[in-house]
């Protein structure tokens, strides 16, 4: 049986090339998740945390910046999604893979529709808003 997997498509781009780029990132860091034998499982997993944490700060602070209204909604999924993962790393750590197992199953299915939602509206927002991330080049 093959390992499942989770690639970067282009319909999962907004035209904001640092988010494109952090987006393209998790969808990696995801899929080599997906099949990764448990021993290295927490590992990939930290990883992934540290990815994340760092992928929803920025976008906390483009929401911010760009006076986005749902921001307390988006920052709120923000705020769930990563707390679980990092319960499911501690139990990983503890020798517990299966939560993590899980939880990475169901991330390709809660990013696509996370990305077609909450994403989109941000990164329309700050297209219509001139936030400096939009344009070509610059990391915001």
Not at 6 to 15: F, N, P, R, V
Not at 100 to 112: D, G, I, K, Y
Not at 119 to 138: F, K, S, V
């Amino acid at each position: 049986m093959q390992a499942p997997s989770y690639t970067w498509d282009e319909h999962l781009a907004k035209g904001i090339a640092p988010m494109d780029a952090t987006h393209k990132e998790f969808v990696e860091l995801v899929d080599g998740l997906l099949g990764c034998p448990d021993a290295e499982l927490a590992e990939r997993l930290q990883a992934l945390v540290d990815h994340t944490r760092e992928h929803f700060d920025r976008e906390d602070r483009w929401m911010a910046e760009s006076g986005f209204p749902p921001i307390a909604i988006h920052q709120g999924e923000h705020q769930r999604v990563l707390a679980a993962m990092e319960q499911v790393l501690e139990r990983a750590r503890a020798g517990d893979p299966a939560p993590a197992r899980a939880l990475v199953s169901q991330l390709p299915t809660w990013f696509e529709q996370h990305s077609a939602t909450m994403d989109n509206a941000l990164a329309m927002h700050m297209q219509r808003t001139g936030h400096p991330a939009t344009r070509t080049g610059e990391a915001g």
